[in-house]
């Protein structure tokens, strides 16, 4: 499985942007889809998840209500959906892939980035004030 992100950019505080995750080769629907994102100087965290076969999902205490994962199994995409950007959101946005994480859903393993199999390359996002 590899995964590609893309989608992001510099904006200002108050703007959306959606990043979007393509998956490639086989996926399963065990698999649990999950965006982290790391800040210059800072550990990388969990930002939000998403289950690829029933779609469920779950977000980080700092991001909900402004951001919405989703996926389309048609696509092989899933999107992470960013409102009401703070300059604290920037940071580099990577989406992973956890191969059996739906047995697991929604524990504490599924926001940790341990537990996830295949990772994208990352993309920027940078909020400015």
């Known amino acids: 499985v590899q995964l590609q992100a893309s989608g992001g950019g510099l904006v200002q505080a108050g703007d959306s942007l959606t990043l979007s995750c393509v998956a490639s080769g086989r996926t399963f629907s065990s698999f649990v889809i999950g965006w982290f994102r790391q800040a210059p100087g800072k550990e990388r965290e969990f930002v939000a998840a998403?289950?690829?076969?029933?779609?469920?999902?779950y977000y980080a205490d700092a991001v909900e209500g402004r951001f919405t994962v989703a996926r389309d199994n048609t696509k092989n995409t899933v999107y992470l959906q960013m409102n009401s950007l703070k300059p604290e959101d920037t940071a580099v946005y990577y989406c992973a892939a956890d191969k059996s994480g739906y047995s697991r859903w929604f524990g504490s393993s599924n926001k940790d980035a341990l537990a996830y199999d295949y990772w994208g390359q990352g993309t920027l996002v940078t909020v400015s004030s």
């Open positions: 998403v289950t690829w076969s029933a779609g469920s999902t």
